[in-house]
């Protein structure tokens, strides 16, 4: 005998309403903010995978209880909650806060939903803004540090331009205190010079034009505009006569080597040897700056040319810094063509080495 088997009949209207339910289901449940609707006290009526997960919870542990408990662990909800605002006035409200129990900082909205127009409850999404959070924080510090860095030299110039033209001070001193702000004003070009770089890199304005370029000759220029910051240091040129011209920007690469050489002599105060090398290694250059100082673990040299990375904790307290100089010289190095690296062991010294394109023909 054959069987008619009847289909069992779906009303178009029925099938697609499942379907967008489905389609409904599979967004809640794939979007990584973290949702919650919430009826008018506080009480979940469904929570996403994304807000289950960080709660540890399975979605339908969280039904029925206040999200106050679950979310915040407290007994009633904050004063600052989205929601509350929302079933007080029926409109939407946003803040960002810092839950420790959904592990980060967080950008809370709740968006009311009505029925017949009523308000029933709302949906209350939370957007993670931890890295945003942590950029933010990271910005605020740099800006104040630079601020820091740039008054402090401005407080010596004008301290020294206003001492060196009061008549009463001899000449000789007044030339001293000349000597002072003009080695001051240089410290805050560089600053600027250095936060220019920056800016240009990160707005993709960073153009290099490169002719052939005396590294030897640029090595004296610093040498001579650095020979004023220290009494205990010995600034060497060990760069022979018969180097051949590198292909690059003079400026940029008197850049790099003023801020390798001005680090080894913030960063061996006891003195000793601050040496510019370099020699032709190939189609390149090798430069180097030696010092004599206190020398780079190897977890730290992995960290220094990161944005703004400022090492050693007595560093950190006594010599003045942004972070902000090894990552300039390893955007213009690697804006040649070259590269840069330390080489150190603790308590012998440090080289920083980088290459650049020997000029061709
Ligand atoms: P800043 O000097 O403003 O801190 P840099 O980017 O030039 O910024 O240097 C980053 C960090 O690298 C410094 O804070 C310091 O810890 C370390 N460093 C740089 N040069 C040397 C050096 N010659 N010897 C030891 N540590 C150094």
């Known amino acids: 005998m054959i069987m008619k088997v009847r289909k069992a009949k779906v009303k178009p209207t029925e099938k697609i309403k499942s379907d967008l339910r489905d389609e409904w289901e599979l967004t809640f449940n794939t979007v990584p903010d973290l949702m919650m609707i919430l009826d008018t006290e506080h009480r979940i009526l469904r929570v996403n995978k994304a807000m289950a997960d960080r709660l540890e919870l399975k979605p339908e542990q969280c039904i029925g209880v206040h999200c106050y408990e679950v979310a915040h662990g407290l007994l009633h909800h904050h004063g600052f909650c989205p929601h509350a605002l929302t079933c007080q006035d029926n409109r939407e409200h946003s803040v960002e806060v810092h839950e420790p129990r959904l592990g980060g900082d967080f950008l809370i909205s709740a968006t009311p939903i009505f029925d017949g127009g009523k308000l029933i409850g709302s949906i209350h999404i939370a957007r993670d803004i ?7 924080q990271v910005k605020d510090e740099f800006i104040s540090m630079v601020s820091h860095e740039l008054k402090t030299p401005l407080t010596v110039i004008i301290g020294a331009l206003s001492t060196a033209m009061d008549e009463r001070v001899p000449a000789e001193e007044a030339r001293e205190l000349l000597n002072d702000a ?3 004003a240089g410290i805050l070009a560089n600053l600027v010079d250095n936060l220019l770089e920056l800016s240009r890199q990160q707005s993709g304005r960073l153009i290099i034009q490169t002719q052939p370029t005396d590294v ?14 220290s009494y205990v240091h010995q600034l060497v040129d060990n760069i022979p006569r018969t180097l051949p011209p590198a292909s690059a920007e003079s400026i940029r690469v008197e850049r790099i080597i003023y801020n390798l050489v001005d680090n080894a002599i913030k960063y061996s105060p006891n003195g ?8 032709q290694d190939g189609d390149y250059l090798v430069v180097g700056v030696s010092d004599q100082g206190p020398g780079i673990s190897p977890d730290d040299q992995a960290k220094l040319f990161q944005s703004f990375e400022r090492l050693g904790a007595a560093v950190k307290g006594s010599i003045q810094g942004t972070g902000l100089g090894l990552r300039v010289c390893l955007i213009l190095v690697e804006a040649h063509g070259g590269k840069i690296w330390v080489e150190s062991e603790k308590g012998k010294g440090s080289t920083f080495l980088f290459t650049l394109p020997v000029a061709k023909g």
Request: proline residues 0%; charged residues 45%.
């Open 272 to 279: 000793g040897k601050v040496k510019v090398s370099a020699r």
């Open 216 to 229: 030897r000759e640029l090595t004296k220029n610093v040498l001579q505009k650095l020979k004023n910051k």
């Open 182 to 184: 003009v080695t001051h």
């Open 130 to 136: 931890t890295e945003r959070k942590k950029m933010e």
